[in-house]
């Protein structure tokens, strides 16, 4: 069964870090660009960052530039998503997506293949 996986979620206080991980199972991750997105209560799923399959392209909503990093391991079949300097705002579900297409789909959702389940992250004092 074609599965990602998400986690390192958590509570974490303003300024603080986090590092997702989306771990892939019944497939490899290596042909895969990978998007990470999250949902906040009462909003619509938005892109956070994504990662080409050689990781050699990466892409980030301006709401998090230099403040997130993406990254892969392919033999580990994860990607990451360091997260710091958090704020309140981050606050959402974070999802992991899969995209097996000819072209990057960037932020485009309905062009990823495979999601995950998400992740809470909760940034609060």
């Known amino acids: 069964q074609l599965q990602l996986v998400e986690s390192g979620g958590g509570l974490v206080q303003p300024g603080g870090s986090l590092r997702l991980s989306c771990a892939a199972s019944?497939?490899?991750?290596?042909?895969?660009?990978i998007g990470w997105f999250r949902q906040a209560p009462g909003k619509e799923r938005e892109g956070v960052s994504c990662?080409?399959?050689?990781?050699?392209?990466?892409n980030y909503a301006d709401s998090v530039k230099g403040r997130f990093t993406i990254s892969r391991d392919n033999a580990k079949n994860t990607v990451y998503l360091e997260m710091n300097s958090l704020k309140p705002d981050d606050t959402a579900v974070y999802y992991c997506?899969?995209?097996?297409?000819?072209?990057?789909?960037?932020?485009?959702?309905?062009?990823?293949?495979?999601w995950g389940q998400g992740t809470q992250v909760t940034v609060s004092s």
């Open positions: 997506a899969a995209d097996s297409g000819p072209t990057f789909a960037l932020f485009r959702l309905d062009e990823y293949d495979y």
């Open positions: 019944g497939f490899t991750l290596d042909y895969y660009a």
């Open positions: 990662i080409s399959s050689s990781g050699g392209t990466t």
